[in-house]
């Protein structure tokens, strides 16, 4: 963005949860901990010379993301919208580890959202001579701040990793050691960083024209079945009958396959039966789930699972605990989970 004097009128909300951006190694233990935003700040000098203003959210203490919870995201959602119409736009500082859930489910949360909030992170910390950190946080804040005629030009939730911008509910961290730490197979980048940040317009969630909606209600009431060549009985059973379960994710082969053996559809079909919805997803980062494509899932479609489409596991998971926080039938519930939300899903 060039310098202008339209830039100085700018104003972020930095909300640093924590992360690796934000830890150092303990000499004593040889473990990363975390630190607070203020040592952050000591390693960017750059950020004063961005030139808009900002203010900084700090969590205390700082959160590894593995600890990340729907509690947190409420907190996120709320931060926002206490701040909507105070800033331009948000960044959140966030562990890699989670990234991807919480980006979700905020984009969920946030209804007709209409300015851009980045989360972004990094695989080395700050303190670090080489790191990632720096460069994600530095274009996270340009991301966040560009405008277009006077409007924010990216306004969705998004996640900023190494060069590139991804609609958040399509994200999913694939790498625990390249510093391209995330993809996003089913949808394109929003935007790549070179000498210039090059937005892809039409790939970017339109303003709505509603005002902000912010949900807070989550159900956490789901499960998760791995389908494995082999998986027992007992396995499938066991998290088929977990007391007060709502919904099931199965993530399964290919295009939403899975094992036609008697015992199995009937343990899917008494689960239907009782009211919980099983939601096809794939075990495959890329491609979609299309039942009846093959016999092995035709079976599936006959009992009533919902295919999850070309969902990520992130965002199906967020979407789980949005919908049954909306106190909606079971009938518009599943509804809903086949359509596209927040740009979350292709429906061919
Ligand atoms: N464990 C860290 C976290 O997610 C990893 C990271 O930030 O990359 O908080």
Not at 49 to 73: C, I, K, T
Not at 89 to 117: C, Q, R, W, Y
Not at 297 to 309: D, F, N
Request: aromatic share 8%.
């Amino acid at each position: 963005m060039p310098k202008s004097s339209s830039r100085s009128s700018v104003k972020l909300l930095i909300i640093y949860t924590g992360g690796t951006v934000g830890m150092v190694y303990d000499n004593a233990t040889g473990t990363l901990h975390p630190i607070g935003f203020k040592a952050i700040r000591e390693n960017i000098p750059e950020i004063a010379r961005l030139g808009f203003e900002y203010q900084v959210h700090a969590f205390n203490p700082p959160l590894d993301s593995s600890n990340m919870s729907p509690d947190v995201w409420v907190e996120l959602s709320s931060i926002i919208e206490k701040n909507y119409d105070i800033y331009d736009g948000f960044v959140i500082l966030h562990g890699s580890d989670t990234m991807a859930f919480t980006a979700s489910a905020l984009s969920f949360m946030l209804e007709n959202l209409g300015k851009p909030v980045v989360l972004t992170g990094s695989q080395l910390p700050i303190g670090e001579i080489r790191n990632d950190a720096k460069e994600n946080i530095i274009t996270a804040l340009e991301i966040a701040a560009a405008r277009e005629k006077g409007r924010a030009l990216v306004p969705e939730v998004c996640i900023y990793f190494d060069f590139q911008l991804f609609r958040g509910n399509r994200s999913k961290k694939y790498n625990a050691e390249k510093f391209e730490a995330f993809y996003s197979m089913n949808y394109p980048p929003l935007a790549e960083a070179g000498i210039e940040i090059k937005y892809k317009k039409p790939f970017i969630l339109k303003h709505p024209e509603k005002p902000l909606l912010v949900h807070r209600k989550l159900d956490p009431h789901i499960a998760v079945l791995k389908i494995f060549p082999g998986i027992p009985q007992e396995v499938v059973d066991a998290v088929l009958n977990i007391p007060g379960l709502k919904a099931v994710i199965m993530e399964t082969f290919g295009s939403g396959n899975a094992p036609t053996a008697g015992w199995f559809i009937e343990s899917l079909k008494n689960a239907i039966r009782k009211g919980i919805t099983i939601l096809d997803v794939t075990q495959c980062d890329g491609g979609a789930v299309e039942l009846g494509r093959y016999e092995t899932s035709a079976l599936l479609k006959e009992i009533g699972v919902v295919s999850g489409h070309d969902m990520t596991f992130e965002a199906a998971v967020a979407k789980l605990m949005f919908l049954l926080g909306q106190k909606i039938s079971r009938k518009e519930l599943e509804r809903q989970i086949e359509t596209p939300l927040r740009g979350e899903l292709t429906r061919g």
